[in-house]
């Protein structure tokens, strides 16, 4: 299991903002079209995501810069029908629109070629409103005109690599976290993405080998992680999705499996999506002081903790789902919230605040050691999936914050749900039996939603026909679901690879 972004190297030259030495925002038509003629770029890609989450692309030769600017410019029709379930067939034409900040360089393409992700519009010229990236946006708008507050964000992802056994270096099942070479087979493929998506203008935190570690007679399952900075919630969203296809690409390549999946193997980790956020103002962290999280923190707390039941059909959105979800595997089961504290729905990780002097500490011989305390204090959900609609969640995730910071009671709401410490202990019996629980199934999911789904309406983010089809959707499952649980090991076994390449 080997792969090298040397192959990649002139295909993706580097990012599109370094390149033209602008900020991704400022990125113009007349921008991109200089670069196609620098570059010499022979293709140019419209990506766009769909309903399954996955990655699409429209794929168009570049024969001169006129048709390139009408291409740029003025975007191109897809059936909207075969993207969306919500689009009726009678009247399925969508116009894709690129949005010349998110170009990068296709680092896999045999010709040098430039992608553009792009946005939908309708028959009459309008942002599609069930649009992935216009959902997301709506609602961070919304979330800001009504208090202020624009949401930032970033994701763990969290992923399986599968191949062959080798004999060579093995390890401890469930042993995994930190592992490195020989002991690692994976950190090639982890860190050649981790290049590629730097080189593609994304900002990735680290990346490392995570708990999950399977192995038997077939087959080698090693997990892994992948974390981002923080970002605007729209950008955090494509981010998801771009890192999943770069991965998945790697791996064909390498001639292995990677899967984003929920569960692969009873009584070993699952993998989550852990999405952390934070409200800022001004470019400025609001959530926390130098006394912890304040008050502000504590509204977007409550705003999670009461919607998290519904929060779930957005982030947790296949059966296999809530295999995950149960007590003892460090998947959250109850809602609550707490400080380093990972039982809880939603924890406050560290976030380095009052710690500026432990690198002088670290190095008491330099000169240059002591470091400036930041505070980069986020809250971190654990609920959701690799099967998340990440763009759904994301706007689901400011629905939740707006209704956070605007309803009574909200600060005595959140302190009324903090636990101190490891939920599943033995002692926490009866704290357990006082707080709500997480849904349990998609039908349950599908419920949580129909219950919740005034909040997610209200502004106008979510019509009234995605909370349906998402419901739906849901609901669909529960035969499934209640024939699986009745039938035992080998039944779930089978739905677990029947949902190996969820979103």
């Known amino acids: ?9 002139d295909s ?27 570059c010499s770029v022979e293709m140019v890609n419209f990506r766009f995501v769909a309903a399954d989450g996955r990655l699409k692309s429209l794929n168009f030769a570049v024969s001169d810069r006129k048709r390139l600017d009408r291409i740029l410019g003025a975007g191109e029709r897809v059936d909207g029908s075969s993207l969306f379930p919500f689009v009726d067939p009678g009247s399925s034409d969508l116009y894709v629109v690129p949005r010349f900040r998110t170009a990068f360089f296709n680092p896999f393409a045999a010709h040098r070629t ?21 959902l997301v946006r709506s609602a961070d708008d919304a979330l800001f005109e009504r208090t202020g507050f624009r949401m930032e964000s970033l994701a763990e992802l969290e992923y399986y690599m599968i191949a062959p056994p080798t004999p060579l270096y093995p390890t401890e099942q469930q042993r995994g976290y930190g592992e490195a070479p020989p002991f690692s ?43 981002f900075d923080l970002a605007p919630v729209e950008d955090s969203a494509d981010a998801v999705v771009v890192a999943r296809w770069v991965l998945r690409m790697l791996a064909a390549r390498a001639g ?35 006394s912890g999280i304040n008050e502000t923190g504590k509204r977007l707390l409550a705003g999670y903790l009461s919607l998290a039941p519904s929060l779930t059909a957005f982030g947790n959105t296949i059966p296999t789902s809530y295999l995950r979800l149960v007590p003892n595997q460090e998947a959250p089961v109850h809602v609550c919230w707490g400080e380093r504290n990972r039982s809880v729905l939603i924890r406050v990780p560290l976030s380095w605040s009052g710690a500026g002097d432990m690198t002088a500490k ?36 400011c629905v939740a ?36 629980k997480l849904p349990s199934s998609c039908q349950a999911s599908a419920a949580a939603l129909l219950e919740h789904r005034k909040h997610y309406e209200e502004h106008g983010v979510f019509s009234p026909q995605v ?33 190996l390449h969820c979103q």
């Open 185 to 227: 087979r994976t950190e090639p493929i982890r860190t050649a993405a981790m290049m590629l998506l730097t080189r593609m203008g994304y900002r990735v935190k680290y990346g490392h080998s995570e708990v999950g570690r399977v192995m038997d007679r077939s087959s080698e399952m090693e997990q892994c992680e992948i974390e």
């Open 401 to 436: 914050a707006l209704h956070g910071l605007t309803v009574p009671g909200a600060v005595e709401y959140a302190d009324s749900l903090r636990v101190e410490s490891n939920i599943f202990k033995p002692e926490a019996e009866q704290r357990r039996s006082q707080l709500p």
């Open 467 to 499: 909370i349906d089809k998402t419901a739906s959707r849901l609901m669909a499952f529960g035969e499934e679901e209640a024939r699986c649980r009745a039938a035992g090991f080998e039944e779930i076994n089978d739905l677990i690879a029947r949902y």
């Open 114 to 134: 430039l992608d553009v992700l792009c946005s939908f519009f309708n028959f009459k010229g309008e942002p599609l409103s069930h649009g992935p990236d216009q």
């Open 256 to 290: 292995v499996t990677v899967t984003f999946a929920p569960k692969l193997v009873q009584g070993h980790a699952g993998s989550g999506l852990h999405v952390h956020s934070r409200l800022v103002r001004d470019g400025k962290d609001a959530i926390a002081d130098e």
């Open 362 to 397: 670290a190095n008491p011989k330099a000169v240059d050691a002591q470091v400036k305390a930041i505070s980069n204090c986020t809250l971190e959900l654990r609920s959701p999936d690799g099967s998340a609609d990440i763009h759904q969640l994301h706007a689901g995730m």
């Open 12 to 38: 993706c030259p580097g990012s599109v903002a370094q390149l033209l030495q602008k900020e991704r925002e400022d990125i113009t038509r007349k921008d991109l079209l200089d670069l196609a003629d620098r």
């Open 1 to 9: 299991m080997s792969t090298s972004v040397e192959l990649f190297q």
